[in-house]
């Protein structure tokens, strides 16, 4: 009896079943197509804030004009990255057996995801300041105190940052612009008023250089947040990894959530 057919029809199951184990090793035992990837929505609040109108934009006081304007913000799509080691299936452990010759030992079956979420940027109430010194004598911010109050609170000083500001040097007949900050967008209500105030800025000094006279100045800005909606992809997939490798993706997540604790992006 001739038992080549048999043979080869084996041979043939055989090879079939080994690519079936081997491709497990990557996928898992499934061997239908991959599902679409899911679509979530992703929101955002995105804060609006312009000046009221009994706010002027540039008020001059003793020779020293002062602007303040607010920050636009925008958003960006982005995706944090994860990943953990989970349990591996049967076929994913028998693949990585065969194609390792049974050091599969040195693998780490791991899910990696990567999830979308939109930034909003800058991250904190924020504004320009525009000094303009018409003054003979060089303007410095030095001594300055600026203060924020979103809707009738003051915010403490460790949530603002107005160094720019107070170091600031204007010489005269010149322009220059500073950025201070605000508390986190987190902090921020739905709406209401943010007012911004200076005090003690010096706008005249004698010719010994000591200060003859400040100055305070205010604005007042209506504050309303919106919410933005967009699709996005979330992805995610399970493998092996090598034990160094596993080790560099767990510093990636690590450092990319250290880089933007406000949002930590992929």
Not at 161 to 178: A, M
Not at 184 to 197: A, H, M, N, R, W
Not at 215 to 238: C, G, I, M, P, S
Request: glycine fraction near 6%.
């Amino acid at each position: 009896m001739n038992h080549q057919p048999n043979l080869r029809r084996a041979a043939h199951l055989s090879a079939g079943l080994l690519c079936t184990i081997v491709a497990s090793f990557f996928v898992g035992c499934e061997s239908a197509p991959p599902p679409p990837r899911p679509t979530t929505t992703i929101t955002a609040k995105v804060p609006a804030v312009t000046a009221l109108p009994e706010t002027k934009e540039a008020q001059e006081k003793g020779g020293l004009e002062i602007a303040v304007v607010p920050a636009l913000y925008k958003t960006t799509k982005k995706e944090k990255y994860s990943v953990r080691p989970v349990d591996p299936n049967f076929g994913a452990m028998l693949g990585a057996s065969i194609v390792t010759g049974g050091k599969s030992a040195n693998l780490v079956y791991v899910e990696e995801a990567a999830t979308p979420f939109l930034d909003v940027e800058p991250h904190r109430l924020q504004f320009t300041v525009r000094i303009n010194n018409k003054l003979s004598r060089v303007f410095r911010g030095q001594g300055a105190v600026v203060q924020f109050n979103v809707g009738g609170k003051l915010i403490p000083f460790d949530k603002i940052d107005y160094k720019e500001f107070v170091n600031g040097i204007v010489p005269p007949r010149n322009e220059s612009e500073f950025t201070i900050y605000g508390p986190s967008l987190d902090f921020l209500p739905e709406k209401g008023t943010v007012g911004i105030y200076f005090f003690d800025v010096v706008t005249a000094t004698d010719v010994a250089g000591n200060v003859t006279e400040r100055q305070n100045y205010e604005w007042y800005f209506d504050l309303r947040t919106k919410e933005v909606h967009e699709d996005a992809e979330a992805r995610q997939a399970r493998r092996y990894m090598e034990i160094p490798e596993y080790q560099r993706a767990l510093l990636m997540q690590k450092k990319r959530s250290m880089d933007d604790p406000d949002g930590p992006t992929l």
